[in-house]
């Protein structure tokens, strides 16, 4: 069994940083860890993802350079760095785990099987 929990998350000014962690527990189905946003009234949107095997990752379009998803594996901790901050930014981030490879699939949130209960991040401008 699987168990995510999220921190780090808060209230910053525009071009500030924030950095998530996501530590894990248990063993198994958690091959590919991910970053998903989510605000009141949208769809949950897929932010980074990295697959632990092999270290690769993946970005969306609006966070790529700006965001560094990265993972501690003696500590079991995935990682999300967040840096040049804007308000569009502004949602609850979730950590979310699945068995096989990020390379397919990591942007769909109903792949995902675990996730943690969610962070506040909060950008004002």
């Known amino acids: 069994q699987v168990e995510l929990v999220e921190s780090g998350g808060g209230s910053v000014q525009a071009g500030g940083s924030l950095r998530l962690s996501c530590a894990t527990s248990?063993?198994?189905?958690?091959?590919?860890m991910a970053w998903f946003r989510q605000v009141p009234g949208k769809e949950r949107e897929a932010v980074a993802a990295i697959t632990r095997s092999t270290g690769s990752t993946h970005y969306a379009d609006s966070v790529r350079g700006r965001f560094t998803i990265s993972q501690d594996n003696a500590k079991n901790t995935v990682f999300l760095q967040m840096d040049s901050l804007k308000p569009e930014d502004t949602a609850m981030y979730y950590c979310?785990?699945?068995?096989?490879?990020?390379?397919?699939?990591?942007?769909?949130?109903?792949?995902?099987?675990?996730w943690g209960q969610g962070t506040q991040v909060t950008v004002s401008s």
């Open positions: 248990g063993t198994g189905g958690r091959n590919c």
């Open positions: 979310a785990a699945k068995l096989y490879s990020c390379a397919v699939s990591w942007r769909i949130a109903t792949d995902f099987r675990k």
